[in-house]
């Protein structure tokens, strides 16, 4: 299965988070969402966030090693959709720049979602809940 997704991340507690090469950020306490895509194994993509042991190597592992997953929407497509999510998203939800993007031209692919409005989001623009009991 290939396709995009879209993780829901509680932190905590407010933390001071190094990410990537020489970034840092301070995440507030609340709800994240942030915006992947898998064009080889989607399954395999998200299995691996759900993972605690896995080598760091994009910037969402490192602010999974403080914060934890609560819930997990995917949309099955051969293309690539992740950048026109995130595009969707930063209208309605407060970015969190340089964060999981370096591949692409969008200023990133993290949120915070103060209002916790993103179940609106998620049934208009077709997303499926993805293995919820195992979370």
């Known amino acids: 299965m ?7 991340i509680k932190l905590d507690e407010d933390k001071l988070i190094e990410y990537g090469i020489r970034k ?24 691996r966030h759900l993972g605690n042991k896995k080598k760091i190597h994009w910037h969402i592992d490192y602010l ?3 914060g934890q997953i609560i819930n997990i929407f995917y949309r099955e497509n051969n293309n690539r959709e992740e950048c026109d999510i995130a595009n969707l998203l930063k209208k309605r939800f407060l970015p969190i720049f340089n964060f999981g993007s370096s591949d692409c031209k969008c200023k990133t692919h993290l949120f915070y979602d ?3 409005n993103l179940l609106e989001f998620i049934i208009k623009n077709n997303m499926n809940e993805y293995y919820k009991q195992k979370i």
């Open 114 to 116: 103060s209002k916790k």
């Open 64 to 66: 999974l090693n403080f």
């Open 24 to 47: 840092k950020n301070y995440f507030k306490k609340g709800l994240y969402i942030y915006v992947g895509s898998a064009l080889n194994s989607l399954e395999n993509r998200i299995e």
């Open 2 to 8: 290939k396709g995009s997704y879209i993780l829901f």
